[in-house]
């Protein structure tokens, strides 16, 4: 019996979940964008609360969490519900509790492997959602972790978009957590068409069977390739089709409200202004919007003074990570009232923010990556085209691939078609895990530890040719080892090796006669020893001393390679705790470790920093010019190491004043070394020095004046409020650091009373 009231019938692949569930398995729950996972985590919840249990629902994003927190307050009440992230704590004993997946695994670094601390003993179920970060570069460790790390007593539900390997993921958690149930499904309650944009028609870009609309084959398709491939010329997108003509045949077809993806913040805002003349409310609509508007207002001068805000008036948005908080929350729930009928967007609403849409429409099928511009994924195609389709709303969602130069229908169709890539594990060993680890286990612990990752268990699947290959070189070495000898079984090696004996004696005998040496004859008597050896042993005269040659070469042959694999496999095998094993022996040589691999002091302030490069930050804090400098220097010191530095085109545009200048030769000193001593032990972590922000700090501190702030830099509000945001959470972790000099703990307090202020001050949740 379903706990739980749900809107709609449950669906079978969310019966079977719940099955599970109430079955007292792990789960992994592997459905498309909007296929209805929430209900099977709604479920859980609604069991933990009814047996007086708690619940841990996780996610990796903070838009994400917040938007759980408040939907589940009104669902389950208010006293019912908490949150913990880095700069918010409100109601932590509550039986709800929201976190991220970052505090969930800082709460397990203190306790033995299986057991509960305190606070977790009541813990029935966590909910990991977007599990499919797994994966993810920079943070899918700490998903490795949590897993590895749960008590057995604690139920795991995996609740990720659709991926291609999930029996991977499922057979590692069954390994080292208990036995993990999965439940993988293609279905979706509401389907999708998928349409192409082309000469300023709208046309089926797929037919029934799943190929290519033959009315948009163009002469360079090739539908036989496996990968839709295109021609950088330039480098660019290629000239786009005008917006303003997609939604506008849109809202002739009854097909908005649409997000609209476009891969850069500069172009969701220009795509915006072109459809600044449609007119896509009506008249009621119009006063809906403009009222609430108004009323948020009231509220936030920062709504008032939004450039584009006469575009939101008209039912057109531009939503990414450049606009202030307020501002994004205002759009999204405008948009979710069907009062903004169309979001330019970058990916920020694929990633798990509850804005379904009718219609979502792909701009391009290329983005900028790391290393230039790259084709989008499948994976990132079916989490912008999942977006489609409003269950209880929609009979259909609709995607349209808009055409561009640098692509054809056939590249949009392939993409279409596809699956999503597998999940594949970035298990990396920071500092501070190592550190956090060692506080309470041994080695040997660790590395039973590290083995248990979803990396190692990948490598194992990888090296199962190289152990095929392995095992039949064994089996025919073994095949090999009888000897061919008809009778007396020699050694065919060691008469070679006779015989070149008695050809060295000859040639040493035919010397000493040509210098008439008297040694002459005892090299004789020698060589009429080695000579009847040689004659009495097996091998001489035998008839099988040439296959026997062969099978001796074959075998060595086959011992080298076995050697080889051996080595191969060895190192394969110890790649991640060989990765741990640098970064051990780096903060032993740094003395962050003792002799005993416990932390030092100096090891402790690190194991408690939250950062790509902590030994970096600890290195900064650690040095006695730190407790020198006034609160803006300290400010602007914090800042330089804990915000990325962006390339010159999205930089601050301010310049760092003077009186910094002699902090940031210092913090270079210390980069340099802190390189130095990674390179020697080859362990690869980001060292970065960001200048350009610290004018930003300093003009926020001093003014406090969002405005002025924002009219003398270049940057988007959205990129000024992280650097402030990230500096904040840094001065609050450096404040709770007892080990460091009380100086620099009191600069941290002073720092963020001075920087958290509105908009920078996080949201008080209600």
């Given at each position: 019996m379903v706990i739980t009231k749900t809107k709609f019938k449950l669906d079978a692949f969310q019966e079977e979940s719940i099955a599970f569930i109430k079955d007292s398995k792990n789960l992994i729950v592997s459905a498309p964008t909007g296929a209805g996972k929430t209900a099977i985590a709604s479920e859980a919840i609604a069991m933990a609360i009814a047996e007086g249990k708690k619940v841990f629902y996780t996610a990796p994003l903070k838009a994400l969490i917040n938007q759980k927190f408040l939907e589940f307050q009104r669902d389950y009440g208010i006293e019912k519900v908490g949150i913990l992230t880095g700069d918010t704590s409100k109601n932590r004993d509550a039986q709800i509790m929201v976190l991220t997946n970052e505090i969930y695994r800082n709460m397990l670094y203190g306790t033995t492997f299986g057991s509960l601390d305190p606070y977790l003993e009541d813990l029935k179920f966590v909910i990991f959602d977007e599990f499919h970060y797994i994966g993810d570069e920079s943070r899918g460790t700490v998903w490795e972790e949590s897993v590895i790390y749960s008590p057995k007593s604690v139920k795991l539900i995996a609740l990720s978009a659709t991926i291609n390997n999930p029996e991977e993921l499922r057979d590692w958690i069954s390994n080292v957590h208990g036995e993990c149930?999965?439940?993988?499904?293609?279905?979706?309650?509401?389907?999708l068409h998928h349409f192409y944009f082309k000469d300023e028609q709208l046309l089926p870009l797929i037919t029934p069977n799943g190929k290519l609309n033959p009315k948009l084959k163009e002469r360079n398709d090739n539908r036989s390739g496996s990968k839709h491939k295109f021609s950088h010329r330039g480098g660019g997108f290629g000239k786009p089709v005008s917006p303003d003509l997609v939604v506008e045949e849109l809202a002739k077809k009854s097909m908005l409200p649409a997000i609209y993806f476009v891969f850069s913040r500069k172009g969701c805002d220009n795509y915006a202004k072109q459809c600044e003349e449609l007119k896509l409310l009506t008249e009621k609509e119009s006063s809906e919007l403009n009222k609430i508007i108004d009323e948020q207002i009231k509220s936030s001068s920062f709504i008032a003074n939004y450039p584009h805000l006469n575009l939101i008036r008209k039912g057109v948005?531009?939503?990414?990570?450049?606009?202030?908080?307020?501002?994004?929350?205002?759009?999204?729930?405008?948009?979710?009232?069907?009062?903004?009928?169309?979001?330019?967007?970058?990916?920020?609403?694929?990633?798990?923010?509850?804005?379904?849409?009718?219609t979502t429409i792909i701009s391009s099928l290329e983005k900028m990556g790391d290393h230039g511009f790259r084709s989008l994924k499948a994976s990132e195609f079916l989490q912008m085209s999942g977006r489609a389709g409003r269950r209880g709303m929609d009979d259909v969602g609709y995607v349209i691939t808009v055409k561009n130069s640098n692509q054809t229908a056939g590249d949009a169709a392939s993409l279409a078609v596809s699956k999503a890539e597998d999940i594949e594990s970035n298990f990396r060993p920071s500092y501070e895990m190592v550190l956090n680890l060692l506080t309470n286990h041994s080695l040997d612990e660790v590395k039973a530890l590290i083995f248990k990752s979803f990396g190692h268990s990948l490598i194992l699947r990888d090296i199962k040719p190289i152990l095929a290959e392995k095992s039949l070189l064994e089996n025919k070495q073994f095949d090999l080892q009888t000897p061919l000898c008809p009778g007396e079984i020699g050694d065919l090696q060691h008469y070679r090796s006779m015989q070149d004996k008695l050809d060295e004696t000859r040639k040493s005998k035919k010397k000493l006669e040509e210098e008439m040496s008297p040694d002459v004859t005892a090299m004789e008597e020698l060589l009429e020893i080695l000579t009847l050896e040689a004659q009495n042993y097996p091998c001489n005269g035998c008839p099988k001393q040439k296959p026997c040659s062969k099978q001796f070469s074959t075998l060595r042959r086959y011992r080298k390679k076995i050697r080889e694999l051996n080595q191969i496999l060895k190192a394969k095998e110890e790649t991640y705790w060989q990765n741990f094993q640098d970064v051990t022996e780096l903060l032993k040589e740094k003395a962050y470790l003792d002799s005993n691999y416990k932390p030092t002091e100096l090891g402790k302030i690190c194991a408690a920093i939250r950062s790509e490069n902590s030994l970096y930050i600890t290195e900064v804090l650690t040095k006695d010019f730190v407790k020198n400098l006034d609160v803006t220097q300290f400010a602007c010191l914090l800042s330089a190491v804990v915000v990325e530095s962006r390339s010159s085109r999205d930089s601050f545009g301010l310049k760092a004043q003077a009186d910094n200048y002699e902090v940031f030769e210092n913090l270079k000193n210390i980069a340099r070394s802190v390189v130095?001593?990674?390179?020697?032990?080859?362990?690869?972590?980001?060292v970065d020095i960001n200048m350009d922000v610290s004018a930003v700090i300093t003009k926020w501190m001093e003014s406090q004046n969002w405005e002025e702030l924002m009219s003398s830099n270049r940057a988007d509000d959205g990129d000024a409020l992280k650097a402030l945001r990230r500096t904040v959470d840094m001065c609050k972790q450096v404040s709770k650091l007892s080990s460091l000099d009380r100086k620099i703990t009191e600069l941290a307090v002073q720092a963020v009373q001075l920087i958290e202020q509105e908009p920078v001050l996080e949201p008080t949740f209600v």
């Amino acid at each position: 019996m379903v706990i739980t009231k749900t809107k709609f019938k449950l669906d079978a692949f969310q019966e079977e979940s719940i099955a599970f569930i109430k079955d007292s398995k792990n789960l992994i729950v592997s459905a498309p964008t909007g296929a209805g996972k929430t209900a099977i985590a709604s479920e859980a919840i609604a069991m933990a609360i009814a047996e007086g249990k708690k619940v841990f629902y996780t996610a990796p994003l903070k838009a994400l969490i917040n938007q759980k927190f408040l939907e589940f307050q009104r669902d389950y009440g208010i006293e019912k519900v908490g949150i913990l992230t880095g700069d918010t704590s409100k109601n932590r004993d509550a039986q709800i509790m929201v976190l991220t997946n970052e505090i969930y695994r800082n709460m397990l670094y203190g306790t033995t492997f299986g057991s509960l601390d305190p606070y977790l003993e009541d813990l029935k179920f966590v909910i990991f959602d977007e599990f499919h970060y797994i994966g993810d570069e920079s943070r899918g460790t700490v998903w490795e972790e949590s897993v590895i790390y749960s008590p057995k007593s604690v139920k795991l539900i995996a609740l990720s978009a659709t991926i291609n390997n999930p029996e991977e993921l499922r057979d590692w958690i069954s390994n080292v957590h208990g036995e993990c149930a999965l439940v993988k499904t293609d279905f979706r309650p509401v389907p999708l068409h998928h349409f192409y944009f082309k000469d300023e028609q709208l046309l089926p870009l797929i037919t029934p069977n799943g190929k290519l609309n033959p009315k948009l084959k163009e002469r360079n398709d090739n539908r036989s390739g496996s990968k839709h491939k295109f021609s950088h010329r330039g480098g660019g997108f290629g000239k786009p089709v005008s917006p303003d003509l997609v939604v506008e045949e849109l809202a002739k077809k009854s097909m908005l409200p649409a997000i609209y993806f476009v891969f850069s913040r500069k172009g969701c805002d220009n795509y915006a202004k072109q459809c600044e003349e449609l007119k896509l409310l009506t008249e009621k609509e119009s006063s809906e919007l403009n009222k609430i508007i108004d009323e948020q207002i009231k509220s936030s001068s920062f709504i008032a003074n939004y450039p584009h805000l006469n575009l939101i008036r008209k039912g057109v948005a531009s939503h990414h990570s450049g606009l202030l908080p307020a501002l994004k929350v205002l759009i999204e729930d405008l948009f979710t009232k069907g009062l903004i009928k169309i979001v330019f967007s970058t990916e920020t609403l694929a990633a798990g923010i509850n804005m379904p849409a009718r219609t979502t429409i792909i701009s391009s099928l290329e983005k900028m990556g790391d290393h230039g511009f790259r084709s989008l994924k499948a994976s990132e195609f079916l989490q912008m085209s999942g977006r489609a389709g409003r269950r209880g709303m929609d009979d259909v969602g609709y995607v349209i691939t808009v055409k561009n130069s640098n692509q054809t229908a056939g590249d949009a169709a392939s993409l279409a078609v596809s699956k999503a890539e597998d999940i594949e594990s970035n298990f990396r060993p920071s500092y501070e895990m190592v550190l956090n680890l060692l506080t309470n286990h041994s080695l040997d612990e660790v590395k039973a530890l590290i083995f248990k990752s979803f990396g190692h268990s990948l490598i194992l699947r990888d090296i199962k040719p190289i152990l095929a290959e392995k095992s039949l070189l064994e089996n025919k070495q073994f095949d090999l080892q009888t000897p061919l000898c008809p009778g007396e079984i020699g050694d065919l090696q060691h008469y070679r090796s006779m015989q070149d004996k008695l050809d060295e004696t000859r040639k040493s005998k035919k010397k000493l006669e040509e210098e008439m040496s008297p040694d002459v004859t005892a090299m004789e008597e020698l060589l009429e020893i080695l000579t009847l050896e040689a004659q009495n042993y097996p091998c001489n005269g035998c008839p099988k001393q040439k296959p026997c040659s062969k099978q001796f070469s074959t075998l060595r042959r086959y011992r080298k390679k076995i050697r080889e694999l051996n080595q191969i496999l060895k190192a394969k095998e110890e790649t991640y705790w060989q990765n741990f094993q640098d970064v051990t022996e780096l903060l032993k040589e740094k003395a962050y470790l003792d002799s005993n691999y416990k932390p030092t002091e100096l090891g402790k302030i690190c194991a408690a920093i939250r950062s790509e490069n902590s030994l970096y930050i600890t290195e900064v804090l650690t040095k006695d010019f730190v407790k020198n400098l006034d609160v803006t220097q300290f400010a602007c010191l914090l800042s330089a190491v804990v915000v990325e530095s962006r390339s010159s085109r999205d930089s601050f545009g301010l310049k760092a004043q003077a009186d910094n200048y002699e902090v940031f030769e210092n913090l270079k000193n210390i980069a340099r070394s802190v390189v130095k001593v990674q390179r020697d032990f080859r362990v690869m972590k980001p060292v970065d020095i960001n200048m350009d922000v610290s004018a930003v700090i300093t003009k926020w501190m001093e003014s406090q004046n969002w405005e002025e702030l924002m009219s003398s830099n270049r940057a988007d509000d959205g990129d000024a409020l992280k650097a402030l945001r990230r500096t904040v959470d840094m001065c609050k972790q450096v404040s709770k650091l007892s080990s460091l000099d009380r100086k620099i703990t009191e600069l941290a307090v002073q720092a963020v009373q001075l920087i958290e202020q509105e908009p920078v001050l996080e949201p008080t949740f209600v």
